[in-house]
């Protein structure tokens, strides 16, 4: 079978086409035949050795999958071949509250303890998958695992409710998920952009406000007479960094704030006295659990909603396709199709 795997050192460049045995499942396994993968900056991170720098190579990487079920190991009963399946990216996390043993990272597919989705067929056991909603191809649901259910988690911890406004920050698969469960649901959306051209594409999917932050760097003030100088209920903060305070100036007293993102760096520095008067809830968090994509997977097959994917390249495209992501072109999702 054909798969990617990062060869000869970390690095875009060391993305190889390769031939590798064909698995077979064995009892508690399911052998899916993946269709689609998609890709997130975490891939990127662990493709250009950011996240483990000690990470034994060759390996095979990119987090989020989707395909169809070929056959299924002795006592496998949630599935069956035919089925179209997505992966989970915190396969441990069935339902509840996270804790440490449950989100553990060396059990996460795709960054560095288990091998990656890239390829044409792989072995699962039953909490690394889930149903596809029933009218999205392969290629949509691979945008899920991550992308999907961070969004969606973003605004079901935040509580929001329709007569609400939601501010988001960019165009990226996260951002674009969220405008679209928010519009879903009757919410406001408030979106910013480098580029006019996206903001025009996120404007013909619902959003209310658009806001280039680059000819208009004074954005929380646009922000806040948008909102009658009342600041937004909810923002998915997908930058992190220094553009956390900048939100925090943007939310109204008792908002919420998801952080979900770090393109701004790891560090973040707010002023105290700002978040105290705001009485603001800033939550850090991190995709979410089996039962929560199962939730979120009803709501978009009673919604049909489809997820937005800015472009498709083929596994024999790949280095292009992560070069696309690195350089921020895209409109919502990349996707790779085997």
Known sequence: MKAIELCDGFGIENLQLVELPKPNPTRGEVLVKMEAVSLNYVDLLVVKGLLDPNLSLPYVPVCDGAGVVEQVG??????????????????DWLNGKPTRQTTDYSTRQGLGKIPGQISEYKCFHPNQLVHSPTHLSSTEGSTLPIAGLTAWNALQYSNFQADETVLLHGTGGVSIFALQFAKARGAQVII????????????QLGADLLINYKTTPDWEAIVNEFTYNNGVDVIVETVGGQNLQRSLNALRMGGHISIVGLLDGFDISINTLTL???????????????????????FI???????????????????????YLDQGLHFGKVVITL
């Open 74 to 91: 002795e006592g496998i009963t949630a599935f069956q071949p035919g089925d179209q399946v997505v992966t989970t990216f915190i396969p």
């Open 276 to 298: 105290m008067h705001q009485q603001a809830t800033i939550k850090g968090m991190e995709v979410g659990g089996k039962e929560d994509f199962e939730v979120m997977n009803r």
């Open 301 to 323: 097959e009673a919604n049909k909603i489809h997820p937005i994917i800015d472009k498709i390249f083929s596994i024999e495209q790949t280095q292009q396709a992560f070069e």
């Open 192 to 203: 910013t952009s480098s580029s006019d051209a996206k903001l025009k594409r996120a404007q």
